[in-house]
């Protein structure tokens, strides 16, 4: 069975920093690409970050050059790693495997 459990959330004060990691058991995770998604209430889940097997990035224009995906396949882990950030990045973030499973969420805010 695979399980993605994320971590790291919270509550953070615009200009802060975070980071939210996504260990995943039950899968051969060094196969697969990894997601970051979010979805801020009353709207769509939307893509954050991608990070493929092989370790190329791809990012929303909106998070360029303040998050940073990374992963360690020693660890079957994926992190989110997000800096400068702003109240709109306030949201449930949403760890994917490129497989079809998801994780459970962890809420950001960023407020002061």
């Known amino acids: 069975q695979v399980q993605l459990v994320e971590s790291g959330g919270g509550l953070v004060q615009p200009g802060g920093s975070l980071r939210l990691s996504c260990a995943v058991s039950?899968?051969?995770?060094?196969?697969?690409?990894m997601g970051w998604y979010r979805q801020a209430p009353e709207k769509q889940r939307e893509l954050v970050a991608l990070?493929?097997?092989?370790?190329?990035?791809t990012y929303a224009d909106s998070v360029q050059g303040r998050f940073t995906i990374s992963r360690d396949n020693a660890k079957n882990t994926v992190y989110l790693q997000m800096n400068s950030l702003k109240p709109e990045d306030t949201a449930v973030y949403f760890c994917?495997?490129?497989?079809?499973?998801w994780g459970q969420g962890t809420q950001v805010t960023v407020s002061s």
């Open positions: 039950g899968s051969r995770f060094s196969i697969y690409g």
């Open positions: 990070i493929s097997r092989r370790g190329t990035t």
């Open positions: 994917y495997l490129d497989a079809g499973h």
